[in-house]
Structure formats: structure tokens, C-alpha cells
């Protein structure tokens, strides 16, 4: 159980993260720290150095003034003062015999590095060499340099105040170094909780959206950075998804429907005849309402799966010209019975030919649906206008204009949608379809079709299509 939160703990992001940032952030220090100390180093080695050349010129004074015999007694002097353990005085021949020494028995007989005289020599400047003294622990810091005629002086120092400080910047650095890994870790793993706590809030509403409830919605705060950016994302496209599951169920609802209802009168049509019936002419009845029944099916399906290949892409369309204005007027003369039988006033404005590149009977099906509608939805004596005339931003324009019931304005955006009906024409023969082929008809030609109603006024739908339509057909 603890393994197991363990391993889930260090595949987590936040944890990851935290390992970054403190790894980071402590190389960082480490460096930062690193560089100080070797120029704290370099800083104390100068000021010794500065210290040794200076005593070495005080030693040169000395000899100009005092002659050899004066530097002796000094040196003496010093030595003593500063202790013996501090201090190593020697002084030596331009060959490296050496003249006098100070007391040696703490810097365990240092000898001469005539490596370091025949420098001196050659280059004239003062050469200097640290040399540890194993048993103690302790260095010494050397200089050797020329205080006079053929005088050469050896001239040390210890450096245990130095080591001492060098010992003590260690020991702050380890602890510092300790406190600051513990620190970015902290910090490091408070940071990526916080970055990170927006994503959990968008995996939580996933498990439960993944559960089956289909109305949550990942928080948003106020702060708009990422994390509430991939969750406006992330709701936005819940939404989709939902509006589409909803149109899916509600579409599958009206299939349902419309293919029960006939099914159910044809059923219960051959029930009655086959209870009550005896006559022939019965079964001959029941056997045309069957074959009309099932030929208002087959065309309902058949429409269904038209609509589904145009929008999709996939139906073949016979690109050819086609004149929109003489396939209007020959509509409206196919519809002049219909319109007689409700008394409606027929008309179509459509002189001027109109032509486009396009699939004519497709087209015929477009028209046909809008201008049966039209009828349709017109109330007894009405009028029903269908015009034909070129597109004010080019390509051709046609119209369908009644004064029948009209649409409400929340219908007129779902209209176009598959078995969509509104309330008022559900008494009316119809399968909702007519419109969603007349939209993939014209989109299939890269047109569209708009329309403006007021209810008890009337409806003018627009269709437009443009010339090229068989090039955006062949893309
Ligand atoms: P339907 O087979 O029901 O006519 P459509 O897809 O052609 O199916 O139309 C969908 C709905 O739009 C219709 O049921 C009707 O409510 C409304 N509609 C379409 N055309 C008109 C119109 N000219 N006037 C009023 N309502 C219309």
C-alpha cells in the first residue's frame, strides 16, 4: 500500500517538477557558492603574498641602512614576536648557502628550493611557493627574493589563520548547501502543487464526466493563465460533444418515430383486414396501402442516406450547366396543380436565364423541397412567389416568398437540422427532411440557404449558389 502510494507519488508531475527545481536551484547555489569560495581563496593567498612581499622590501630598507648585521638582529626580533611557529626568516647566497636561520623546529627543517633561486636570478622578480608540512597539517606560504647585493631572502609564513577561516566557510558552506536543498524542495513542491492543482480539478472532472455525468464542468478561476485556458478549452468542448450527443439522441428519438408510425399502420392495417376481411377487393387495398406505406419508408431512408453522403462528401454528383431560372419555372409548373387544389397564388419571376455549374437533379430536388413547403405551409388562398436573378455579390440568387404560417425565431436555427419539425406543422403530412437535403444540396454546390419569417406572415427562404460550383465540387 505505501510502495504503491510511493510509486504513484514519483510518477507524479509535482513531483518531478519539485526534483527540477531543487536540482536547479541547487547546482545553482552550489555554483554560486563554489565561485565565492574560490575567490575568498585567492583573496586571503594575495593578502599574504602582499603581506610577504612588504616585509621582504622592509628587510631591503633594513640592508641599505643597517647592513646585514641589522637585518639579523630584525629578523631575530620578528620572529620571536611573531612566533616561531609562524614565522621562517632565512637568508642566503646568490649560490643558495645560507647565512643565518630562524628557529626551524616547528617547520621540520625547511630546505631550499634552488629551482626557486635560479627563478629569482633570471626573471629578478620575488618567487613564491606554498609547501605543507604533513604531520602537522599546517602550510606555509614562501617567498624568496634579493634584499640586497648577492643577499637573497627566504622569507615564510604559516597559514593556519587562513586554513582556519577556509575550514569554518566550509563548514557554513555544507550546512548551507543542507538548509538550501531542503528549502528548494519545499518551496519546489509548494510551487508545483499550486501550478499544478488547476490540472487535477480538470482530471477529477474527467473521472466523473468518464462516471457518466455529462454536466460538469472543469473549474475556471479568474487567473486566465494556461491551466484556465485548457479548461475553457476543455468546457467548450464538452459542450460540443453534449449538444452533440443530444442531437445524435434526438435525431435517433425521431427515426425511431417516423419509421413507427408507418410500420404500426401497416401492421394494423393487415390485422384488420385479416379479422374482419373476407372480400378480395380488402386484400387488394390492404396490399396498395402496404406498397404505398413502405414506398413513403424507402424514400424517407433513401433521403436519409442522401443527405448523410452529401454532407459527407461522398455522393456523386454529374457536374453539367444547369439554367437555374428554367429549372424554377419548370418546378413551379409541376406545382401549379398542388397550388390550384389550396387556391394559392403561384407565381415565378425567372426571364433572364441564370446558369451555374451544378448536379441538375439535385438542384430539381432542392427547389422542388423548398417550393412544396412553401405550399404547404400556406394557408388556403395564399401566395407563394419563386424568383430567379443574379446574386448581388455574384453567382445566382433564388427565392421562395409565401405568406403562409411563418417560423418562430427560435425554430428558424433548427429548421435546417434532420426530423426537425416545428410545433405547427407536426398535424402535417412531412419527415423533417426536406430542408436538410435542400442545405446539403446547396452546400454541396458551395452555396447556402437563409431564411426570414414572422410568424402568421409568411417565410422567404434565399438560396445562394454560386457560377463555380463544380470547382468547389472536384475539391
Ligand atoms: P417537413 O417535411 O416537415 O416539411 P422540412 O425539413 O422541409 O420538413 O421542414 C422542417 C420544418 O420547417 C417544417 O416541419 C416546418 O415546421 C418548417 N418550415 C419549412 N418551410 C416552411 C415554410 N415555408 N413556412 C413555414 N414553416 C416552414
Same mark, same amino acid.
Given at each position: 500500500?505505501?510502495?504503491?502510494?510511493?510509486?504513484?507519488?514519483?510518477?507524479?508531475?509535482?513531483?518531478?517538477?519539485?526534483?527540477?527545481?531543487?536540482?536547479?536551484?541547487?547546482?545553482?547555489?552550489?555554483?554560486?557558492?563554489?565561485?565565492?569560495?574560490?575567490?575568498?581563496?585567492?583573496?586571503?593567498?594575495?593578502?599574504?603574498?602582499?603581506?610577504?612581499?612588504?616585509?621582504?622590501?622592509?628587510?631591503?630598507?633594513?640592508?641599505?641602512?643597517?647592513?646585514?648585521?641589522?637585518?639579523?638582529?630584525?629578523?631575530?626580533?620578528?620572529?620571536?614576536?611573531?612566533?616561531?611557529?609562524?614565522?621562517?626568516?632565512?637568508?642566503?647566497?646568490?649560490?643558495?648557502?645560507?647565512?643565518?636561520?630562524?628557529?626551524?623546529?616547528?617547520?621540520?627543517?625547511?630546505?631550499?628550493?634552488?629551482?626557486?633561486?635560479?627563478?629569482?636570478?633570471?626573471?629578478? *622578480?620575488?618567487?613564491?611557493?606554498?609547501?605543507?608540512?604533513?604531520?602537522?597539517?599546517?602550510?606555509?606560504?614562501?617567498?624568496?627574493?634579493?634584499?640586497?647585493?648577492?643577499?637573497?631572502?627566504?622569507?615564510?609564513?604559516?597559514?593556519?589563520?587562513?586554513?582556519?577561516?577556509?575550514?569554518?566557510?566550509?563548514?557554513?558552506?555544507?550546512?548551507?548547501?543542507?538548509? !538550501?536543498?531542503?528549502?528548494?524542495?519545499?518551496?519546489?513542491?509548494?510551487?508545483?502543487?499550486?501550478?499544478?492543482?488547476?490540472?487535477?480539478?480538470?482530471?477529477?472532472?474527467?473521472?466523473?464526466?468518464?462516471?457518466?455525468?455529462?454536466?460538469?464542468?472543469?473549474?475556471?478561476?479568474?487567473?486566465?493563465?494556461?491551466?484556465?485556458?485548457?479548461?475553457?478549452?476543455?468546457?467548450?468542448?464538452?459542450?460540443?460533444?453534449?449538444?452533440?450527443?443530444?442531437?445524435?439522441?434526438?435525431?435517433?428519438?425521431?427515426?425511431? #418515430?417516423?419509421?413507427?408510425?408507418?410500420?404500426?399502420?401497416?401492421?394494423?392495417?393487415?390485422?384488420?383486414?385479416?379479422? =374482419?376481411?373476407?372480400? !378480395?377487393?380488402?386484400?387488394?387495398?390492404?396490399?396498395?396501402? =402496404?406498397?404505398?406505406?413502405?414506398?413513403?419508408?424507402?424514400?424517407?431512408?433513401?433521403?436519409?442516406?442522401?443527405?448523410?453522403?452529401?454532407?459527407?462528401?461522398?455522393?456523386?454528383?454529374?457536374?453539367?450547366?444547369?439554367?437555374?431560372?428554367?429549372?424554377?419555372?419548370?418546378?413551379? #409548373?409541376?406545382?401549379?396543380?398542388?397550388?390550384?387544389?389550396?387556391?394559392?397564388?403561384?407565381?415565378?419571376?425567372?426571364?433572364?436565364?441564370? #446558369?451555374?455549374?451544378?448536379?441538375?437533379?439535385?438542384?430539381?430536388?432542392?427547389?422542388?423541397?423548398?417550393?412544396?413547403?412553401?405550399?404547404?405551409?400556406?394557408?388556403?388562398?395564399?401566395?407563394?412567389?419563386?424568383?430567379? *436573378?443574379?446574386?448581388?455579390?455574384?453567382?445566382?440568387?433564388?427565392?421562395?416568398?409565401?405568406?403562409?404560417?411563418?417560423?418562430?425565431?427560435?425554430?428558424?436555427?433548427?429548421?435546417?437540422?434532420?426530423?426537425?419539425?416545428?410545433?405547427?406543422?407536426?398535424?402535417?403530412?412531412?419527415?423533417?427532411?426536406?430542408?436538410?437535403?435542400?442545405?446539403?444540396?446547396?452546400?454541396? #454546390?458551395?452555396?447556402?440557404? =437563409?431564411?426570414?419569417?414572422?410568424?402568421?406572415?409568411?417565410?422567404?427562404?434565399?438560396?445562394?449558389?454560386?457560377?463555380?460550383?463544380?470547382?468547389?465540387?472536384?475539391?
Amino acid at each position: 500500500m505505501f510502495l504503491k502510494q510511493l510509486n504513484r507519488l514519483r510518477r507524479s508531475l509535482a513531483f518531478r517538477l519539485t526534483l527540477w527545481y531543487a536540482g536547479i536551484f541547487s547546482i545553482s547555489a552550489f555554483l554560486a557558492f563554489f565561485f565565492f569560495y574560490f575567490l575568498v581563496i585567492d583573496v586571503l593567498r594575495s593578502q599574504v603574498d602582499e603581506d610577504l612581499n612588504r616585509q621582504l622590501r622592509a628587510f631591503a630598507g633594513i640592508m641599505q641602512v643597517d647592513g646585514l648585521e641589522g637585518v639579523r638582529r630584525i629578523a631575530l626580533q620578528e620572529t620571536q614576536a611573531g612566533g616561531e611557529a609562524a614565522r621562517l626568516i632565512r637568508l642566503l647566497s646568490r649560490f643558495g648557502t645560507e647565512f643565518s636561520v630562524s628557529d626551524q623546529t616547528y617547520w621540520r627543517n625547511i630546505g631550499v628550493d634552488s629551482e626557486a633561486i635560479r627563478r629569482l636570478l633570471t626573471e629578478g *622578480q620575488p618567487v613564491f611557493e606554498t609547501i605543507g608540512i604533513p604531520d602537522t597539517g599546517d602550510s606555509l606560504r614562501i617567498i624568496y627574493g634579493s634584499i640586497g647585493p648577492g643577499i637573497i631572502m627566504q622569507l615564510g609564513q604559516s597559514l593556519a589563520p587562513q586554513m582556519r577561516l577556509i575550514q569554518a566557510f566550509q563548514r557554513l558552506f555544507f550546512f548551507t548547501m543542507a538548509a !538550501v536543498i531542503g528549502l528548494a524542495a519545499i518551496i519546489g513542491w509548494f510551487l508545483a502543487r499550486r501550478a499544478l492543482s488547476g490540472v487535477g480539478d480538470i482530471a477529477r472532472t474527467a473521472r466523473r464526466i468518464t462516471q457518466g455525468d455529462l454536466a460538469v464542468r472543469a473549474p475556471v478561476s479568474r487567473r486566465g493563465d494556461e491551466i484556465d485556458q485548457l479548461a475553457g478549452n476543455i468546457n467548450q468542448m464538452l459542450d460540443r460533444i453534449l449538444e452533440l450527443i443530444t442531437g445524435i439522441r434526438e435525431m435517433s428519438d425521431n427515426i425511431a #418515430h417516423d419509421l413507427k408510425s408507418p410500420i404500426t399502420r401497416i401492421r394494423g392495417l393487415a390485422e384488420v383486414t385479416l379479422t =374482419t376481411s373476407e372480400q !378480395v377487393a380488402d386484400y387488394e387495398q390492404m396490399g396498395a396501402s =402496404t406498397i404505398e406505406e413502405c414506398d413513403r419508408l424507402l424514400d424517407m431512408i433513401n433521403t436519409m442516406l442522401v443527405i448523410s453522403r452529401t454532407e459527407a462528401g461522398v455522393q456523386e454528383l454529374a457536374w453539367q450547366s444547369v439554367d437555374m431560372a428554367a429549372l424554377a419555372r419548370d418546378a413551379v #409548373h409541376l406545382f401549379e396543380t398542388t397550388a390550384r387544389d389550396k387556391a394559392i397564388q403561384l407565381s415565378v419571376a425567372a426571364n433572364e436565364p441564370q #446558369h451555374i455549374h451544378g448536379d441538375a437533379p439535385m438542384l430539381q430536388r432542392m427547389v422542388a423541397n423548398l417550393l412544396d413547403n412553401a405550399i404547404r405551409y400556406s394557408a388556403q388562398g395564399g401566395k407563394v412567389r419563386v424568383g430567379v *436573378q443574379a446574386g448581388s455579390a455574384g453567382g445566382v440568387e433564388v427565392t421562395f416568398q409565401d405568406n403562409g404560417i411563418g417560423i418562430q425565431a427560435e425554430d428558424t436555427a433548427r429548421i435546417f437540422e434532420r426530423f426537425y419539425r416545428c410545433d405547427p406543422s407536426r398535424s402535417q403530412t412531412g419527415t423533417g427532411l426536406g430542408l436538410s437535403l435542400a442545405q446539403a444540396v446547396a452546400r454541396a #454546390h458551395g452555396g447556402s440557404i =437563409t431564411v426570414r419569417s414572422e410568424p402568421g406572415q409568411g417565410s422567404t427562404f434565399r438560396v445562394i449558389l454560386p457560377f463555380n460550383a463544380d470547382k468547389i465540387g472536384e475539391k
